[in-house]
């Protein structure tokens, strides 16, 4: 009764190599809208050009702001629906890649080049079917995106597997030598707090 107990943790560490599948959806979400919304906008420029010739046609100034609003407001609902397409879009692409990649390599137990393979490839068909299109033209879009996903996804990995490894190098060297700044200072911290306990 009086023992100690101890406590089991169900967490396993992160792999080296492995990327946070969190942050990379929030990254992927936030380019997704600004590659979204900047290309909307910059479609929405030939629109403007209509806009202005229809004001050098009007010489009623109500009629003229009339028009102006309209197409300010159109632009920015054009924009803001582009933002939120390619954010949603992105996102989705980001968490299914690299939660894949993760769970791969968690079920796997080692991070490699099949796992970004796999993971680019499961994606790229998922999003094929997901496309419009006739069953037909789907089961060619699952089809291109598994050969496409792999095509691309090996050599990012093998690149990918290589810089992993030369920080894993760089990092181990670095441990044995004398730290300064912020972390010596914790360090420091970290010893005079275990010299109290």
């Known amino acids: 009764m009086g023992g100690t107990e ?3 943790s169900t967490y396993a560490p ?3 190599g492995t990327v946070n599948w969190g942050t990379a959806t929030v990254v992927g979400v936030f380019a997704g809208m600004l590659y979204g919304g900047s290309k909307e906008a910059a479609a ?4 403007d050009a ?3 010739l229809k004001l050098g046609s009007t010489p009623d100034k109500r009629e003229q702001h009339r028009l102006m609003r309209d197409a300010m407001e159109k632009r920015f609902i054009r924009v803001t629906r ?3 397409v390619g954010g949603v879009r992105l996102g989705m692409f980001t968490a299914e890649f690299y939660g894949l990649q993760n769970l791969l390599a968690e079920k ?3 991070h490699g080049i099949f796992n970004v393979v796999g993971a680019g490839s499961a994606t790229a068909a998922t999003f094929g079917l997901i496309m419009p299109g006739s069953l037909r033209w789907r089961a060619r879009n699952v089809l291109l995106g598994l050969f496409m996903g792999a095509a691309f996804c090996f050599p990012l990995g093998w690149i990918h597997l290589k810089l992993v490894e030369k920080a894993n190098e760089g990092s181990s060297g670095e441990r044995g030598e004398a730290k300064s700044g912020v ?3 914790i360090e420091r911290l970290e010893g005079n707090l275990k010299k109290k306990i």
Do not use: N, R, Y
């Not at 929405?44 to 629109?47: D, P």
């Open 183 to 185: 972390g010596a200072t």
């Open 82 to 84: 582009g933002s939120i």
């Open 6 to 8: 101890e406590t089991v």
């Open 108 to 110: 796997l137990g080692v």
């Open 14 to 16: 992160k792999m080296a």
């Open 44 to 47: 929405s420029v030939s629109k």
């Open 50 to 52: 209509e806009v202005m």
